[in-house]
């Protein structure tokens, strides 16, 4: 069994956006229900491009409307019952509702704030993408739609639980017509007496892009689990803003978001 | 506060950037100087956009071809240290050659580093005079040859467009320029596509021109052709 910890994490504006006064394009979302019977991640990183200009709204539209979609199921059911949704509908229904949430809440977030409507509706504005984690005692849910990373860590050593995406400058995002079809997922029963991972961490793509290589990434990830182990959340949540701004400098510039889920498994 | 930060060695991405350049007979005369021209008139630019994105490392280097194919400037030069020196031309039009000397350099890229994808501007004047079909597959066959942003600037009318929409795979980075003006400002504007390619993040639609706004191709105008 997982037995789940509550969340946190840091989002920070990139290093190149300051530069150039560009606002940051990620959006962050830590969630569970009242009896803390799962707990979830919600990360989704803004294009940025020109012909994306809201898509920090975008990012911020995706980790909502994909939280309305996981929490109206845990609402409705035991987290037994949802592991088994999730499993069920993990590649075509969930992934189908989320795509048609965010549109519509996109629809209407451009209709309230005003801005200029044209047909077919530009999407493309708004464009981003969506990293989900989601951990019960019984199962491990994770779903992702373009690039970032999800990882996890056992026996101390870290690894994805998706293969992340690296496909050059292009990703796929919420803004494509039938993006349902580039969702990525796995669901991982965790029964009674599973070795479950210690942590896992959500980050936008800005973090691993800072690394030389993606061992120098997994290292990151292994040095976190390891002061987390040592010092505690508090010293680990208190520095880690820190640590992303210091590193989109010395790295990639792009914005940085990262959340930290640990497990009872961690002590 | 920790004085390390975690994880391994930073880097900010390299950018390599790869002018490709016609050095054939026919490109003797106006032809040659105005593309060295040009060139040497995009180097205050690209510094100014590698200045404005200390994230990205733009490393420049170049090709020429003729009989043959050969480095003009071997070594991936940072912006801020590339100088050009001037083409000559003669000779015939190994294209093929050309793309077979950067695909092998594509290749020898290590698998594991952190790079944008590369930018290949191709600018020649006229038809490929050797296998160029089996260069263009030997760099699309390289990961970093597929998703390099690829444009070509074909000289005057004789060039083989269809030869140049195989190489950029979209035949709306193939430019024609029919003149010195529109040659000068063809290759200004290809300069600037490292500043879409090196943001930190570009765009979305899937496409293969990797997120170049062909909006911001500069018109050809009216201006009469003159060659």
Known sequence: MVNPQAAFGAKVRGAAHIKNGKPCQDALLISTDEEKRYFAVYVADGHGSAQCAYSDDGAQVAVESAHSVFYSIFCENTPAEAGELLNAHKDIWLPKKIESEWKERVKKFHSDKERMLSEPFPFLLYGSTLLVLIVSDGFIFSMQLGDGDIVSISDGKADWILKPERVGVYVHSLCLENSWQYFRSVWTPQPEGTESPEMFLVSTDGYSDCFLSDAGFLQAVTDIHHLFKSSGKEATEEQLAHWLEESSAAGSGDDITLAILPSGNIV | ?227
């Open chain 2, 1 to 227: 506060m920790s004085k390390k930060l975690p994880g391994g060695e930073m880097t900010s991405r390299i950018l390599d950037f790869i002018w490709i350049a016609d050095c054939s007979g026919s490109m003797d005369g106006e032809k040659i100087q105005t593309l060295n021209y040009a060139i040497r008139q995009t180097i205050p630019d690209m510094r100014k956009e590698a200045d404005d994105n200390p994230n990205a490392s733009l490393m420049v280097r170049a090709v020429k071809f003729s009989d043959g194919a050969s480095w003009h400037v071997a070594t991936a030069t940072p912006i801020d240290q590339f100088n050009w020196t001037d083409l000559t031309a003669g000779g015939v039009t190994s294209l093929g050659m050309a793309l077979d000397l950067v695909a092998a350099e594509l290749n020898s890229f290590p698998t594991d580093t952190k790079r944008l994808p590369p930018v290949l501007v191709l600018l020649t004047d006229g038809q490929p005079t050797d296998d160029y079909k089996k260069g263009i597959d030997s760099l699309l066959n390289t990961p970093w040859g597929k998703k390099a942003v690829r444009i070509a600037i074909a000289i005057g009318k004789d060039t083989d467009l269809d030869v140049l929409g195989q190489f950029t795979g979209n035949s709306e980075l193939v430019l024609e320029a029919k003149n010195p003006q529109l040659l000068i400002k063809f290759i200004k504007w290809a300069s600037t596509v490292v500043k879409t390619v090196s943001s930190p993040r570009a765009a979305a639609d899937g496409g293969s021109d990797a997120g170049v706004d062909v909006n911001t191709i500069p018109a050809a105008g009216d201006d009469d052709d003159i060659w």
